[in-house]
């Protein structure tokens, strides 16, 4: 009993969801000796479920992965596996008996109708019922845990991310943004790539602005204004890839993240957005549309760097027509827009 709750204090220090898995892994191991454990994060899109094996012990060992950043090395649709679909259909735990005879159960951690995280262990016949009701116990804190995380991050209203957890997350990728340039510009690393990419494949960041939002507000009040916002959110949600990472930034501003893509591939998810939102008709609105800046993310960069440089291609869109999308790198390149100096002295290349 100490063990266990020497294990929930040190998850309830954790404020970031690859530590909270790796303390999980480390309970799960050190309380109950799993033959085989993952962790999964369980991601909806428009079509299926994928999951993502962010942490566990494997025959290789104990591995943590980067719980915001799936690599896609380790995704999955959940129709893969029929046991995961089987939990993610009946909302509970299952259970199944393996060759040898060891029980491999499934929990979900549940949030409104579908699963979050999958919890996936092998364990050994003869595994005592008092500890199985320790180890539903701990998922169970496990889940609320990660449930008052996710509430922190949240957009109250649209349940996207917040502005206050962007920076966090645009630090992880600047840290992979090194070995992006290095693709983009064409040349060699040494360094393994951690996905399999064109050769032009780099982060990006789009900054999304609802035309003419001020409007809707004043004709139709703030309340329907509030639902304009929620839906576009769930617009987003489906039109997005599921590995990128969506903001509300403030107001009628949102922010896409989105994870290595090729400047057409960047330009084809956002166009679809883009036209999702023109297509969906808003109850008592009509319908509305959005403008859209983006830029590609560089090593050196600052969240106000690349705001600054996809704010100015969505000034660009705005400021000729509206209800379309400008790349930054375009821009520039095709005399539109004049690189403006680093505050370093030095010039922006592209």
């Keep these: 009993m100490l063990q266990l709750i020497g294990h929930i204090v040190k998850i309830s220090a954790r404020r970031d969801r690859t530590e909270i898995n790796a303390a999980m892994v480390d309970a799960l191991l050190e309380l109950f000796s799993p033959r085989r454990l993952t962790i999964h994060r369980c991601y909806m ?7 993502f094996a962010c942490a566990g012990i494997s025959p290789e060992g104990r591995f943590v992965r980067n719980a915001y950043l799936p690599d896609r090395h380790y995704c999955q649709p959940i129709s893969n596996n029929p046991l995961l679909a089987r939990c993610a259909r009946e909302m509970s735990v299952v259970m199944e008996i393996q060759h040898n005879g060891d029980h491999r159960l499934v929990f979900p951690v549940m949030s409104q109708d579908h699963p979050l995280y999958m919890v996936d262990l092998i364990l050994s016949d003869d595994f005592p019922a008092d500890q199985r009701i320790s180890l539903m116990g701990l998922i169970e804190y496990f889940g609320n845990h990660i449930a008052l995380l996710d509430y922190g991050e949240a957009d109250t209203l649209t349940g996207l991310l917040s502005r206050k957890t962007f920076d966090k997350h645009l630090f992880e990728l600047l840290g992979q943004a090194d070995s992006d340039e290095t693709r983009f510009l064409g040349t060699h690393s040494d360094e393994p790539l951690r996905r399999k990419n064109s050769t032009d494949s780099c982060h990006w960041l789009a900054v999304c602005d609802i035309d003419h939002f001020k409007q809707v507000n004043d004709n139709f009040g703030h309340l329907i204004g509030d639902e304009v916002l ?24 949102f922010i896409a993240l989105l994870q ?27 319908h509305v549309t959005v403008s859209i800046g983006f830029s590609q993310l560089l090593p050196n960069d600052t969240p106000t760097d690349v705001i600054d440089r996809a704010d100015e291609a969505l000034y660009y869109a705005k400021q000729h027509g509206r209800n379309r999308i400008e790349s930054y790198e375009a821009l ?5 827009l004049t690189a403006k100096d680093l505050n370093k002295g030095e010039v922006e290349l592209f």
């Design 45 to 51: 899109t428009k079509r299926k479920m994928v999951v």
């Design 260 to 286: 290595p893509a090729s400047m057409e591939s960047a330009v084809s998810t956002l166009e679809r957005f883009r036209h999702d939102v023109e297509a969906q008709r808003f109850s008592r609105v009509g």
């Design 230 to 253: 929620i839906m576009i959110a769930q617009v987003m949600r489906q039109s997005f890839r599921f590995d990128d990472q969506l903001f509300r930034f403030g107001g009628e501003e």
């Design 332 to 336: 520039i390149s095709g005399g539109q």
